[in-house]
């Protein structure tokens, strides 16, 4: 008889914190009151506002870059890292080969005083160049890479 009372009460008990516990949340033990975790959402962040009369120069380097078809025709993506808060990340022709064959692009930023501190960059060209663009040249300060455009 003691152990179907000792069974009631710890059904009891465990109906009851079921019951106050809050409902549709996942509650993780904390280890170390000390340490806060934030989930990490990766998302597009808002477009910086880029200063009228902002110095341009080319970012620190580049990461990746691809040539994606879409809609409007092929568009050049590209990441990099930029010396200092790397507003205004933009991709500039510099030239065309005579046979219209490759293009030569400065991935280039607003340099900042700071510029010690390095950030993420992306940017992206339309390659209108015509039917015969096989190439696209991205410089960077730190290195250079060769996108075929096909």
């Keep these: 008889m003691s152990r179907s ?10 109906a009851a914190a079921v019951a106050a516990a809050p409902q549709n949340q ?3 033990p904390n280890l170390n009151p000390g340490l806060k975790t934030v989930p990490f959402v990766p998302h597009a962040g808002p477009k ?5 009369a902002c110095e341009k120069s080319m970012v ?3 990461d990746s870059g691809t040539v994606i078809t879409g809609a409007d025709g092929k568009v050049a993506h590209l990441t990099g ?3 200092g808060d790397g507003a205004g990340a933009e ?3 510099r030239s065309t080969s005579p046979d219209g064959e490759t293009v030569n692009v400065d991935f280039v930023a ?3 005083a700071y510029a010690s501190m390095h950030t993420p960059v992306s940017s992206n060209l339309p390659l209108a160049f015509g039917p015969k663009l096989r190439r696209i ?4 300060q730190g290195n250079a890479i060769t996108i075929e455009a096909r």
């Excluded at 009372?5 to 465990?14: D, G, N, T």
């Excluded at 910086?48 to 009228?52: D, F, P, S």
């Design 60 to 62: 620190a380097r580049i």
């Design 110 to 112: 607003c340099t900042a």
């Design 26 to 28: 996942l509650v993780v």
């Design 81 to 83: 890292m930029a010396q």
């Design 91 to 93: 991709l500039v022709v």
């Design 48 to 52: 910086r506002a880029v200063a009228a």
């Design 137 to 140: 040249a991205v410089h960077a």
């Design 5 to 14: 009372v000792a069974i009631a009460v710890l059904a009891s008990a465990l």
